[in-house]
């Protein structure tokens, strides 16, 4: 199984929504461990490991906002070195 880390980073109408428990609800139904945190200038920051298929899974959720009053205007996505965390969770 090949296990990766990714780091999310979306703008839009992403803060007072739900993004962040709408977030959480995605990647623990797909079994990802990680963190969600806002940002002060409004963004969201997404840290997840997990299988790579789960991991497509779950940006093409969070790209088209898993909150339904969420707005994704602006994606980003980098690879980091793997790293497991313990179940997936708000940083604050």
Request: aromatic letters at 12%; charged letters at 15%.
């Amino acid at each position: 199984m090949d296990l990766k880390t990714i780091s999310i980073n979306v703008t839009g109408i992403v803060q007072g929504v739900g993004f962040r428990y709408y977030t959480i609800k995605a990647a623990r139904k797909l079994a990802l461990t990680g963190w969600v945190q806002n940002l002060p200038d409004g963004s969201v920051q997404i840290t997840a490991t997990g299988p790579v298929e789960q991991l497509d899974q779950f940006s093409a959720i969070v790209k088209k906002s898993p909150a339904p009053a969420g707005k994704v205007t602006n994606f980003t996505i980098n690879y980091l070195p793997y790293h497991t965390f313990d179940g997936f969770n708000v940083k604050y």
